[in-house]
C-alpha cells in the first residue's frame, strides 16, 4: 500500500484534502512544528480533525518536528500520549530522543523521521530504524537507485516529497538555523513551552533568508553578488513510477502554508495519477502534463509572496541588530 498524506496547514485545507483523497492529512501542533501558528492547530481543532478523518475512514499525523529543550521533554511525551489517545495515526519528529521516547511510550503509533533528522546515506537511515522510525523521509537530492537501495537493504518505509530542488545541492533540508540570527523574540505558551519567533527548529517560522540577495565579499573584495543561498523545489511527476517501483510506500504533498485552493488541486492531480501509475503497467502521464505546469506556476507565485513578506520581516530585524565589527 501506499499511503498519500497532504497538508492540512488550516482546517479547511485539512478537510479539502481528506475530500480530494488524500489518505492521510498532516497538521502541526501550535508551537511545535516548523511553521509559524497560522498554519499550526489548536488541541480542540486536532480533535475535530481526528474525528472527522475516521468517520471518513482516514488518519490524521501529527507534526512535532521542533526541537525540545530537557524541560519539554515531559510536554512533548505528553501531548503525543494525548494525540494519540484521540485516534492520531502517527507522528513526525526530528529529535532522535523524543522519537525513541514516542517509540517506547507509544508504540502503537507510526513514528515518521521528519526532514529535520537530516539522513543523508544509508547508515543514518538503518540507525534511525533502529530508534523507532516506521518511516523515514529521504531528502529530495537521492537518485532512484539510492531510494531502491536503501529499501532493500533496511526494510523501513521510505516516505518522500512530491517536490524537489532542480540542483542536487548539500544544503540539509530540516538543519538549517539561518533564520534564527534574525530573531531573538522569544514567549512562552500557555502551556509553559518556548516560542522563538523567527527558528522554525524552536517553534518559530523561518524568515527564508537563504532567498535574500546576498553578497560575499572578502577583505574589501566582491566576490559574489545578488546570489541567493539555496534554489527553490518544485513539484515533480515524471519520475513518480520508477519512485513507487523502487519501494517508495509513503508520499507527502507539500503545501503546508499555501492557499486552500492550490493545495486542493495538487492533492487531486497526485491523487489521479498515483491511482493511475498503481493500477497499469504503463501508466500514460502526458494528460497530467499542463494541469502540473499550471500547479508549478501557481506554487511559484505563492512562493514568492511568501518569500517577500518574510525576508521583509528579516531585513527589518536586520536593519536594527547591532553591527559585528
Ligand atoms: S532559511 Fe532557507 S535553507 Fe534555511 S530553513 Fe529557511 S528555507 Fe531552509
Redesign the pocket.
Known amino acids: 500500500m501506499v499511503l498519500m498524506m497532504a497538508p492540512g496547514g488550516t482546517e479547511e485545507m485539512a478537510r479539502a484534502v481528506l475530500a480530494e483523497g488524500a489518505d492521510a492529512v498532516y497538521i502541526g501542533v501550535m508551537g511545535w512544528s516548523r511553521r509559524g501558528a497560522v498554519f499550526e492547530m489548536s488541541d480542540e481543532q486536532i480533535r475535530r480533525l481526528i474525528d472527522h478523518a475516521a468517520a471518513m475512514g482516514k488518519e490524521v499525523r501529527i507534526v512535532v518536528n521542533t526541537m525540545p529543550s530537557s524541560t519539554e521533554v515531559p510536554m512533548f511525551i505528553e501531548r503525543v500520549r494525548q494525540y494519540a489517545g484521540w485516534g492520531a495515526a502517527g507522528f513526525m519528529v526530528s529529535d532522535i530522543g523524543c522519537m525513541r521516547l514516542l517509540r517506547d511510550q507509544v508504540p502503537e503509533a507510526q513514528v515518521h523521521t521528519s526532514v529535520g533528522c537530516g539522513i543523508t546515506n544509508v547508515e543514518d537511515v538503518r540507525f534511525l530504524a533502529e530508534q523507532g522510525a516506521t518511516y523515514v523521509v529521504l531528502p529530495y537530492r537521492l537518485s532512484v537507485r539510492e531510494i531502491a537501495e536503501i529499501r532493500a537493504t533496511t526494510g523501513v518505509g521510505i516516505e518522500v516529497f512530491l517536490f524537489k530542488t532542480p540542483s542536487g545541492g548539500k ?1 540539509c ?2 538543519k ?4 534564527s540570527y534574525f530573531s531573538f523574540k522569544r514567549e512562552l505558551d500557555e502551556h509553559g513551552k518556548d516560542l522563538f519567533h523567527g527558528s ?1 527548529g524552536r517553534g518559530g517560522d ?6 535574500s540577495h546576498w553578497r560575499l565579499n572578502a577583505g574589501g573584495v566582491s566576490l559574489l553578488e545578488d546570489m541567493t ?2 534554489s527553490n523545489p518544485a513539484l515533480w511527476l515524471e519520475e513518480l513510477p520508477a519512485y513507487l517501483g523502487a519501494g517508495v510506500n509513503c508520499l507527502k504533498v507539500p503545501g503546508r502554508d499555501r492557499s486552500v485552493e492550490l493545495v486542493r488541486d495538487i492533492t487531486r492531480l497526485y491523487r489521479r495519477a498515483v491511482d493511475l501509475i498503481l493500477s497499469t503497467d504503463n501508466p500514460n502521464l502526458s494528460p497530467f502534463a499542463e494541469p502540473l505546469a499550471t500547479c508549478r506556476e501557481r506554487w511559484r507565485t505563492e512562493r514568492g509572496r511568501r518569500d517577500v513578506r518574510l525576508i521583509g520581516q528579516a531585513e527589518q530585524i536586520a536593519r536594527v541588530m547591532p553591527k559585528v565589527a
Open positions: 544544503i533540508p530540516g538549517c538555523m539561518m533564520s522554525a523561518c524568515l527564508r533568508v537563504c532567498q543561498i539555496k
